[in-house]
């Protein structure tokens, strides 16, 4: 059984004071219910790390990076490495974000060096995955996932293969109000996991989590997260809310 995941991914959002105003509120809704077969993780921004990893201790709440760089230390100005979010008590970090792809060019093989680093320093990476517009409807979904998931995903070793986590994040769902339906995420995300299957047998690709991003809103995610292939969501703007993300994480 695959244990459901629902992260929050705050983009550019959220001072300090604006994420321990969020996570004050969050955990008054989230400790009067009782959610043990999901795990939660937030994913604020690197200043905002530090601050919620001191709030979130001796919670169940978990928390990731939204990025990071593919080395340990050095002369690279501006970045953050693997180790430093380890040290802010990450268990998560999101990798090859459309935006990050869009925004940095970021390729594949870049998000391949960095899921690599990741799992070297104890990680569990959330690769992120997806077609745009145009490739949808010029039919080239499948081909444009089944580059993403060999490339982006290549190199590991079985044991590494069974615990990353894949978001499939359909870029012209991001952000626009315009989720895909749960029918479009189901085709997508067996697809997903078959190609995976493929590159490292269908032990390991049945075990690992494929999450669905991309306009989740309390009112649609109850029909996707029922399909078969879906394990959990990737959640943007309306993880902000606290409300509207603890509706999320109880639908
Ligand atoms: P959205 O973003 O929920 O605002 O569409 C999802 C994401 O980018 O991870």
């Known amino acids: 059984m695959?244990?459901?995941?629902?992260?929050?991914?705050?983009?550019?959002?959220?001072?300090?004071?604006?994420?321990?105003?969020f996570i004050d509120k969050f955990l008054i809704l989230i400790k009067s219910v009782n959610i043990n077969n999901r795990e939660i993780v937030l994913c604020p921004p690197f200043t905002s790390l530090y601050?919620?990893?001191?709030?979130?201790?001796?919670?169940?709440?978990?928390?990731?990076a939204q990025?990071?760089?593919?080395?340990?230390?050095?002369?690279?100005?501006?970045?953050?490495?693997?180790?430093?979010?380890?040290?802010?008590?990450?268990?998560?970090?999101?990798?090859?974000?459309?935006?990050?792809r869009k925004y940095f060019n970021e390729t594949d093989e870049f998000i391949n060096k960095k899921m690599l680093m990741a799992l070297k320093y104890g990680l569990i990476p959330i690769v992120c995955i997806g077609e745009t517009l145009q490739e949808r409807e010029e039919n080239k979904t499948f081909e444009?996932?089944?580059?993403?998931?060999?490339?982006?995903?290549?190199?590991?070793?079985?044991?590494?293969?069974?615990?990353?986590?894949?978001?499939?994040?359909?870029?012209?769902?991001?952000?626009?109000?315009?989720?895909?339906t749960p029918q479009q995420a189901e085709e997508a995300q067996s697809f997903i996991r078959e190609v995976y299957a493929n590159m490292y047998g269908k032990d390991v690709?049945?075990?690992?989590?494929?999450?669905?991003?991309?306009?989740?809103?309390?009112?649609?995610?109850?029909?996707?997260?029922?399909?078969?292939?879906v394990d959990g969501g990737l959640v943007g703007g309306a993880s902000l809310d606290p409300e509207s993300f603890f509706k999320i994480c109880c639908v």
């Open 2 to 21: 695959r244990k459901q995941l629902i992260a929050a991914n705050w983009k550019m959002y959220k001072t300090i004071l604006e994420t321990k105003d």
């Open 67 to 100: 990025n990071m760089y593919i080395e340990e230390k050095g002369a690279f100005t501006g970045e953050i490495s693997p180790v430093m979010i380890k040290e802010l008590n990450c268990e998560y970090v999101i990798l090859g974000h459309s935006e990050r």
């Open 205 to 229: 690709a049945e075990r690992i989590r494929i999450l669905y991003g991309g306009s989740i809103k309390p009112e649609n995610f109850k029909e996707i997260i029922s399909q078969k292939n």
């Open 144 to 180: 444009v996932l089944k580059y993403q998931v060999e490339n982006s995903l290549a190199n590991l070793t079985h044991e590494q293969a069974a615990k990353i986590v894949i978001a499939y994040e359909p870029v012209w769902a991001i952000g626009t109000g315009k989720n895909a």
């Open 51 to 64: 601050v919620a990893s001191e709030m979130l201790k001796n919670t169940n709440i978990k928390l990731g």
